[in-house]
Structure formats: structure tokens, C-alpha cells
């Protein structure tokens, strides 16, 4: 059976969310935004619901409204009102809008909308310095996952406002495109990029947006994200790293730079585990030209003597992982160093890029790879474990059914987790990430062999 | 806003706090463009009940502004999420792209108790079409047909219901006829919803068009009458953090039959054999009514409002069941079951309410929940200083009074009104005519509901739709001590140092109905007004700058 051909015509139990959804995250992370889906409000109010209860921060996105009337003569005069109203109410630096399926089914030329919009407040007066940015990108669900929203906004971010004056040089800073993290993912990328001296701009950065203090004043737009001015020079920076294997070889944000404003692009696999951690450490050597600071030269010494330890546990248990391709891709790569074998590598989405990278990944650690399966949903998923007697599960939180009906741990990773307290904190990247998980892992591991002894030790 | 606030921070005294509630619409909607600001003054209201229980006028069930950010979800939502989903044994197929269905995949906590491993419960489960742009450009109903034989091969349910979400109302796929076929092909019932998202200005829509399902596809289907003395159903319970299984202790200790529920912890076969009960109950008005008076045209089953939030409102709706049915035997146990209930109740209430009286809250929340609730903390003596409902009509604000008054626009005019006689054979009245007249006589109300409105104090600001704005500039002037909602508003009330308690999904708390649900409420509310945790959100150097001076001197 090839990767992606599926038995069964319809969806049970998805092992993806939707195209907007992906973009509102991104647009999240830049300051001052606020995320506007143009279609009817129950997608955005859906859409808040689930982020919410991940990240367990507020999340507004704007929506037009649409109704029935509109569903048949179009939604511009709804997407112009509820602009101004965004504008007006929360001062929104940059204005994110997405189209959902309605609004791509009706075909509303929103680009079209736009301009005539910014120029008509131009022409009304409004000062430049008070129209908030407004990027626009086309999300209709029925073709791509929320991953595919992610990079489509972000991608449609640079197109739209990054820039580099002719007579501008080549700045110190350098791009970082992570793709979707934890809000504790990003917090550590920028950590490292700090202790490696090198400036860096993060598109998107969700590490405060998506994970705030307690405050006692709320703000309608939280504090943080990256700034308009920094996206805006992004086309003059010396350097972008781009994180994802599944974006290898596509028009991504990191190529449009490269192209446009001749940005040298370097390619990465989101760095999960030790090898995939080192490519990103050696391509920050080259560009701070010093060596990796000692800091982190010592949490590699330490997951590797972690690896060591925990060998005997790990060794020989098989794992299912599920969830987007990306995090599929690293936590593959993760556990081949581990000694778990992948037994399941699954996805809802369908790059079409999934079992090059695992190949990559496994660059021979075994002489067979593990079954990979796209653009399959948890029905399928089960389908495919039960033969498998998985030890193990790395996934979401709406994997949990199979681990119940498999009685087995699942180590709870990437987005949505709404069983377990702290998703926006899970860190799995870097050497720090992997010794996080692999923490989680053995202990996960120790736990359910505990609870299976019938003497009960207490040493394991 | 400053002179707006003077005397309002005084709040731990029991000085009745200054604020005008003229002042506070004011400042609601003085940010606003003209046109928003006219719109929403119909919408923010100040409390004002009349000698005959008369309200002013609040405007409600009407669109929501694009771009202010709204708590109402879809009509899709409402069909799906709400009234169907709740029941375990019909397979719930989503027919759209892929979001709308995983967004309403067992989000809203409802529980249900099947009845043994091979009892279907298919509420974990999430089915959709999962359309793609072949569907779109080519039609869905071919994938429509497979998808449904899909599931019937695979779980072989009693039954499949559709659910269309925007693009198929867009894409002109006929769902109803795919249903018909696959009923004849599969010999289930298959019944579809033409739900799309945009049709009506809220969830509420469609709960209407969930109602007019079930009552044309369902209800009536099974004539088998069950044993029982006093029958009847409960119709608007969700179940949610198991509130039901509440109710059905009780009713089961008084000797109640409970035929259907409509639709928490329910199935498909409890609805196909509702019309045989005796009353129907209403819990939540807005979502369900429809229901109600369709079986009572259609099956002479007299409809009465009750609440079971709050214990006194349980046992006031208890007795109301007894005076209905007439019968000693039945008043003698309901009271027996009271008076062995409350004395638990009184116990925590006492104590709770040492801690908690003369405490502000604010009800932000659904079509009747902004309402129940404030009984629950009335009996702690906390005050409901404002209150609205996120997709209710203006009788559930101002009472089942206004009903010939409502004007119908063309949002509501979307959704059908059937036509419903009284059927031929099954037609039964309940009670003599005579005695419905003379229990009417001594004040007994069968179909009424007074609405929120009523039985809030005057001066009350009553707010529908509110928005994320208002939410903030509201907690700003009042600094209530606890504000309810749904999750979409939690995290954005506590950034505010507000606490903020969910009434949607009860935060995975709960059961709060009826009598040990009240107990749990009244813990949860005490645990959440007088927690410590935002007194330390600044930190002792910012509380005390003298002790930070005084270690930088040393
Ligand atoms: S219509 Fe499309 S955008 Fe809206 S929730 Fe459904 S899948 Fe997502
Ligand atoms: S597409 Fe329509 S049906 Fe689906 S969530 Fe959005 S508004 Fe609701």
C-alpha cells in the first residue's frame, strides 16, 4: 500500500485540524496582531475554543459574520466593517485575515477587497502611521491541514511585509522561521541564538503571546511577538534557518526571502534529538563563527550520558507516532537514537514528503523503516497498531482512546493536548528538549512495568 | 471613568457600591462607531420590574458585528454540537471539510452511561466527510453516499444523521434526498440537517433545526407504552459533568419514570418512544421549546418550565411535578426526598455562605444557564450584579409574554416552522380538560417561562451577545468577585485577576443540578472567590518599595 492511498472514503476520529487554524497561530505571533478569519463566526469561535484550551491563554480572532445573505452575494461589505471595528477597538498593529472554506467557495477575491479598503481609508484620511498592516491568505480547509495554514501565513507575511531597501546592507541578524513550536520551544531557540551572539528574528514568536503572566490589568493584544519592524528587515538579514523537513524543495517563507531578497537559506529538520539538535548547532557555529558555547556543549554531554543510562529501559520498545509531519519526522529521529523502534509513523496531513524524510532521518540505523502512513485519521491508525503491540505512544492528546484500548503510555507532545495540564511548556527541541522527553519516555516506561509487577519492587 | 469608579473599590466593606448603571452603558458604548453604538444600546439594558412583572424591552437574536469579538459559535454548533450530540448511539456524520467536525468532537464534557460493553456509544467518536476540492467543485453527495455505507458497514448503528456544514449549502448538495436513499438502501433510519453555519445569527438556529429533526424523524416512531405511574421527559438537559445522572437519582427516589431525556446520557430509542410520556419538563428553554409545543399539538403532552439548578429550585420544581400529577402517594415522597436531601445542603450552604455573602458575580453564558445559575449563588448571598445570555430570544429575558410581539426578520425566517396537527390515532389528551382548568385556576403555569428579567433585581444591567470589549470594561468598573462563562472568555478574565468559572463545560466540575450538585457548586464557588492565589501577584518588593529601599541601603 502506498503512503497516502486509504481504504476508507471518510474521516473517523481526524488526526488534523484546519487550515485557518494553522494561520491564526501564526499570525498570533507577531505583535500588535490580531487573527481575522473572513467566512461565518463558527469557525472562529471553534477555532479560539480549541487553542484555548491548549495553551489555556486567551485567544480572539475577529470574524465578518457572514450569514445567509452574504453566503450568496459575497462578504465584502462584512469584511470592511469588521476591520474598521478590529482597527477601532483593538488597536491592532497588523490585522491577520484568513479565508475559510465559505468564503473560498464563494470566491471572494479578498486580496481585491483589501486595496480598494487600504486605499479608500487613505483617502479618507486616515493617517499611514494609524491603518494597522493588513496580510491576507488564502486557508480553505478542503485542501491541506492546519500545518499548510501555518506556513501559507507565514510565508504570506514575509511576501507581504518584509522588505530590503536597495541601498540597505546586509544586517547581523538572522532569520528564524521554527515553524510551530511550544511556546517553550521558542522560548530555548532564542536562548541558544543568544548565547551564540548571534541577533536573531523569530517569525512567528508565540513565546509570550501564547504564554503570558498573570497580570491584573488585561491587555486586548498580549505583549510580545515579533515586531513590524523586524519582519519588515527581515529581507536584509544575513541568514534564515528554516526548521521542517516537509518544506524542503517548497515555495516556503524561507525560499521567498532567498529569492526575492537573496537571503542565503539554510534547510533544517525541526531539531528533535541529538543529530537533528547538532545540524542546527553547526549551522549556528558557521553563522556566529565562534564555536557552540560551552553551556550547551555540556547538555549535549549530558543527554549523551542520559542516553547511556537509560539505554536498558528504552532498548528493543516499539512506538507509534502520530501527529504532523514535521514533529513525526523528529520524533522518529529521536527515538531511532534512543533504541525505541518506530513501529507507526502516521499522519493526517499528506506532504507527499513524510517517508523521504524518515528515510533521511534513519540514514541506516535500521535496515527497515518503520510503516509510514499520510493523510490517515486514528481509526486507521488503530487499524494499522493492533498488529504492532506497540510499548509506547508519542502524540496529542486525541490519540489517549488508543492508548487506553492498548493500555500503554502516551507521551503527550505538539498540539492539541487538552488531557494534560502544561502543553504550552512541553519543550522538544534542542539537546534540552531531548532530554526532556527522554526523561518522560523512561519514566513513562519504568511506570507502566511497575504497575505490571505483581511483586511490586521499588528499585527498577 | 475615573469619577466612574470612586466607591467601587470598597467592595470587602458592605457598602453598596456607587456605580450607576446609567453611567456603565455609557461607558459600554461611548468607544463605539455611531451605528454599533445604536445597535448595542437596544442590547445593554438596565433592569427595571414593573408591579406585573413587566421588563423593558432587550433586543436579542440578532446578528453579531463582524470584527467584534463574539462567544456565539454556529448554527452547525448548535445542530450538531449541542442537541444531537449528546445521544450515543446515532453515528454523527459531518458533512464538510474537516474542521468543523474535529472542532466539535466531544468538547462539551457530556457524559453518558451505556448500558454494557456492547452498548453503542459512538461519543468519543468524530465522523466527517472530510470534503476536499473535488467536493467542492464536483459535488459531494457521491462521497455522502459512500461515507454513510461506511459507517453502517463498520458499526452497524441504529441509526445515521447528517450534519451540513457552510460550503454544502454553497455546493447545492442535496442531503436530505442522499438521506432517503441510504435509509430505503440501508433499512436505518438516516435523517440529514441542512445546518450550514451561516444560516441563522447563533448556535440557536440551530437547535430549531435539530428540534424540527428529531420531532419528524424520530419522535413517534415506537408506540410501546412502559410501566410506570408518573412519566415523563426532561427535555433540554445536556448532561454535561453528569448533571443528569443527578436529576435521574432523584426523580428515581421520588418514583418517576423518566421516558426520555432530550439529550443528555440518551439514545436514539428513548426519543422514538417520547411521545408516550405523560409531561413533558423543560429545562433550557431557548434550545429545546420547540420540542415541547410540537407533542403537545401533535400528542397532547402538556409542557411545564422547571430548574433544577439550585437546591430550593429543585424542590419547588419537584413539587410542581407532584401538584401536576395530583397524587398524595407521589407528594408524600417528593417531600420525603427533600427533607432527607437538604439538611446536607444546608450544612455546606451555611458554611459557604459565611464566606461568600454580598460577593458579586457576573453570567455571561448560553440561552438559559446566565439565568439558573443565579439561584445557585443567591443561596451562598451572592449577588448577580449583571447577566445575559449569549444566543437567547427575548422570551427567555423577558418572559414567554412576548412571544406575539417578537418581530421575525429574515434570519428567523430561514429557519422552518412546521406545521403540526394532532395526529388522528395518537392524540391523548393527559388530563381532563377540566382539570387542566382548574389546576391552571390555582395558579399552576403549564407552558410559561418569565425569563431571566423577572427575577432580577432592578437597576441589573442585562447584556446580550456581549462582547470581548464589553467583557473587559465590565470587570474594570464592578471588579466582580467571580465572572462565568465558556473557556473562549476564561483565560481573558483571569489575566484581569478575576476568577472565572466555566458554565459551559463546568471546567470538568460538576454535577451541579439538584441537590449534591448544589453542594459541589457551592464548594467550587467558595474554593474560587476566596483563593489567595491574586494576592500574590505582585510581588513583596513592589507591595512594600520601603523594604526593597531599605535592602539596597543595608
Ligand atoms: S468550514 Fe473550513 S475553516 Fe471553517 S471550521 Fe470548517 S474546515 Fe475549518
Ligand atoms: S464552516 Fe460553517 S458550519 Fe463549519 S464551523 Fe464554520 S460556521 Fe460552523
Known amino acids: 500500500m502506498s503512503d497516502y492511498s486509504s481504504p476508507y472514503i471518510s474521516t473517523t476520529n481526524a488526526c488534523k485540524l484546519c487550515k485557518p487554524l494553522g494561520a491564526c497561530l501564526a499570525f498570533r505571533g507577531i505583535e500588535g496582531a490580531v487573527p481575522f478569519l473572513h467566512g461565518s463566526q463558527g469557525c472562529a469561535t471553534y477555532m479560539r475554543r480549541y487553542i484555548i484550551s491548549h495553551f489555556r491563554e486567551p485567544m480572539d480572532i475577529a470574524s465578518s459574520s457572514l450569514g445567509e445573505k452574504h453566503a450568496v452575494y459575497g462578504g465584502e461589505a462584512n469584511l470592511r466593517q469588521g476591520l474598521q471595528n478590529v482597527m477601532k477597538k483593538f488597536g491592532a498593529r497588523l490585522v491577520g485575515v484568513a479565508t475559510t472554506c465559505l468564503t473560498e467557495t464563494i470566491g471572494d477575491d479578498v486580496p481585491m477587497i483589501l486595496r480598494t479598503f487600504k486605499r479608500e481609508m487613505a483617502e479618507q484620511g486616515t493617517a499611514h502611521q494609524d491603518l494597522p498592516a493588513i496580510v491576507n491568505v488564502a486557508t480553505p480547509s478542503y485542501s491541506g491541514t492546519h500545518m499548510e495554514g501555518f506556513h501559507a501565513a507565514v510565508r504570506a507575511v514575509v511576501e507581504q511585509l518584509a522588505e530590503c531597501p536597495e541601498d540597505a546592507g546586509r544586517s547581523a541578524a538572522v532569520n528564524l522561521l521554527p515553524g510551530f513550536t511550544s511556546p517553550a520551544d521558542v522560548r530555548y531557540l532564542q536562548e541558544i541564538m543568544a548565547d551564540c551572539g548571534i541577533p536573531v528574528i523569530v517569525l512567528p514568536d508565540i513565546s509570550e503571546t501564547l504564554d503570558g503572566p498573570a497580570l491584573d490589568d488585561y491587555r486586548k493584544i498580549p505583549d510580545g511577538g515579533t515586531s513590524l519592524a523586524e519582519i519588515a528587515r527581515m529581507g536584509c538579514s544575513r541568514a534564515t534557518i528554516e526548521l521542517g523537513r516537509t518544506l524542503f524543495g517548497h515555495e516556503s517563507a524561507g525560499r521567498l526571502l532567498e529569492t526575492r531578497f537573496q537571503v542565503p537559506l539554510h534547510r533544517l529538520g525541526v531539531p528533535i534529538g541529538l543529530r537533528e539538535s547538532d545540524r542546527l548547532f553547526e549551522v549556528l557555529q558557521l553563522l556566529a563563527g565562534v564555536e557552540t558555547p560551552e553551556k550547551h556543549v555540556l547538555e549535549r554531554g549530558r543527554l549523551i550520558d542520559a542516553y547511556v543510562d537509560g539505554h536498558k529501559y528504552t532498548f528493543g520498545k516499539g512506538a507509534v507516532i502520530y501527529g504532523e509531519e514535521d514533529l513525526v519526522i523528529g520524533l522518529t529521529s529521536f527515538l531511532l537514537e534512543i533504541g525505541v523502534k518506530p513501529l507507526l509513523c502516521a499522519s493526517g496531513g499528506k506532504s507527499g514528503r513524510l517517508r523521504e524524510a524518515i528515510e533521511d532521518v534513519n540514514d541506516s540505523i535500521l535496515p527497515e523503516l518503520p510503516i509510514i502512513r499520510e493523510g490517515v485519521d486514528f481509526y486507521e491508525i488503530a487499524e494499522e497498531a493492533e498488529s504492532l503491540s506497540p510499548d509506547l505512544l508519542l502524540g496529542h492528546s486525541k490519540g489517549y482512546h488508543l492508548a487506553r484500548r492498548f493500555r500503554i503510555p502516551l507521551i503527550r507532545v505538539g498540539f492539541p493536548i487538552h488531557d494534560r495540564f502544561g502543553g504550552q511548556r512541553v519543550l522538544h527541541l534542542g539537546y534540552r528538549g531531548a532530554q526532556e522527553l527522554f526523561d518522560r519516555i523512561v519514566n513513562a516506561l519504568l511506570d507502566a512495568k511497575q504497575e505490571a509487577s505483581p511483586v511490586g519492587y521499588g528499585y527498577m | ?554
Open chain 2, 1 to 554: 471613568m475615573a469619577a466612574l469608579l470612586e466607591g467601587c473599590f470598597n467592595l470587602d466593606t458592605d457598602e453598596v457600591c456607587e456605580i450607576k448603571p446609567e453611567d456603565v452603558k455609557q461607558e459600554l458604548i461611548q468607544k463605539y462607531p455611531v451605528k454599533v453604538a445604536r445597535k448595542r444600546a437596544k442590547q445593554i439594558v438596565i433592569n427595571k420590574v414593573d408591579e406585573c412583572g413587566q421588563v423593558p424591552e432587550i433586543q436579542s437574536n440578532v446578528r453579531t458585528i463582524p470584527g467584534i469579538i463574539t462567544q456565539r459559535g454556529c448554527t452547525y454548533a448548535g445542530c450538531k454540537g449541542v442537541v444531537l450530540g449528546p445521544t450515543r448511539d446515532i453515528v454523527n456524520l459531518t458533512h464538510g471539510p474537516i474542521g468543523c467536525g474535529f472542532y466539535s468532537w466531544l468538547t462539551r464534557r457530556n457524559q453518558t452511561r451505556p448500558n454494557g460493553p456492547d452498548d453503542h456509544n459512538f461519543m468519543t467518536y468524530c465522523f466527517s466527510t472530510d470534503m476536499q476540492d473535488e467536493e467542492i467543485i464536483f459535488g459531494g453527495e457521491k462521497k455522502l453516499r459512500q461515507a454513510i455505507q461506511e459507517a453502517y458497514d463498520i458499526f452497524k448503528p441504529k441509526a445515521i444523521s447528517i450534519f451540513s456544514t457552510c460550503p454544502v449549502g454553497l455546493i447545492g448538495d442535496d442531503v436530505h434526498q442522499v438521506a432517503r436513499e441510504m435509509k430505503e438502501k440501508l433499512g436505518i433510519n438516516v435523517f440529514a440537517f441542512s445546518c450550514e453555519g451561516y444560516k441563522g445569527v447563533s448556535q440557536s438556529a440551530g437547535h430549531h433545526i435539530a428540534n424540527n429533526g428529531i420531532f419528524t424523524h424520530v419522535v413517534g416512531l415506537d408506540d410501546t407504552v412502559r410501566e410506570g405511574k408518573f412519566k415523563l421527559n426532561l427535555l433540554g438537559e445536556y448532561n454535561i459533568g453528569g448533571d443528569a445522572f443527578e436529576i435521574e437519582r432523584i426523580f428515581e427516589e421520588c418514583g418517576i419514570t423518566l421516558v426520555s431525556t432530550f439529550s443528555g446520557n440518551s439514545t436514539i430509542d428513548q426519543f422514538a418512544n417520547s411521545h408516550t410520556a405523560d409531561l413533558n419538563l423543560i429545562m433550557c428553554h431557548r434550545s429545546i421549546n420547540y420540542v415541547a409545543e410540537m407533542m403537545e399539538t401533535k400528542f397532547g403532552i402538556p409542557w411545564i418550565k422547571v430548574n433544577f439548578i439550585g437546591a430550593e429550585a429543585t424542590a419547588k420544581s419537584l413539587r410542581k411535578i407532584a401538584r401536576y400529577f395530583e397524587d398524595q402517594e407521589l407528594m408524600d415522597k417528593v417531600e420525603a426526598v427533600i427533607a432527607r436531601e437538604m439538611p446536607a445542603v444546608e450544612k455546606v450552604r451555611e458554611e459557604v455562605k459565611a464566606r461568600c455573602q454580598g460577593k458579586l458575580a457576573m453570567l455571561f453564558v448560553g440561552g438559559s444557564r446566565a439565568h439558573h445559575y443565579q439561584e445557585l449563588f443567591a443561596e451562598i448571598g451572592m449577588e448577580t450584579i449583571s447577566a445575559g445570555y449569549e444566543f437567547a430570544h427575548r422570551d427567555d429575558y423577558e418572559g414567554r409574554r412576548v412571544l406575539p410581539n417578537i418581530k421575525v426578520d429574515a434570519d428567523s425566517r430561514n429557519i422552518e416552522e412546521l406545521e403540526v396537527h394532532p395526529d388522528p390515532t395518537r392524540f391523548r389528551p393527559r388530563k381532563p380538560a377540566g382539570d387542566l382548568a382548574r389546576l391552571q385556576e390555582q395558579g399552576f403555569r403549564f407552558k410559561d417561562y418569565d425569563g431571566m428579567m423577572a427575577e432580577m433585581g432592578d437597576g441589573k444591567l442585562v447584556i446580550d451577545d456581549i462582547s470581548q470589549y464589553e467583557t473587559e470594561k465590565l470587570i474594570e468598573i464592578y471588579k466582580p468577585a467571580i465572572f462565568c462563562a465558556g473557556i473562549k472568555e476564561k483565560y481573558a478574565v483571569q489575566k484581569s485577576g478575576i476568577p472565572m468559572k466555566q458554565l459551559h463545560s463546568y471546567d470538568s466540575g460538576g454535577p451541579y443540578a439538584a441537590f449534591r450538585g448544589a453542594v459541589n457548586f457551592y464548594r467550587e464557588i467558595d474554593r474560587m472567590v476566596n483563593s489567595k492565589v491574586w494576592s500574590y501577584l505582585k510581588p513583596p518588593w513592589e507591595k512594600n518599595p520601603e523594604l526593597a529601599a531599605k535592602y539596597a541601603w543595608d
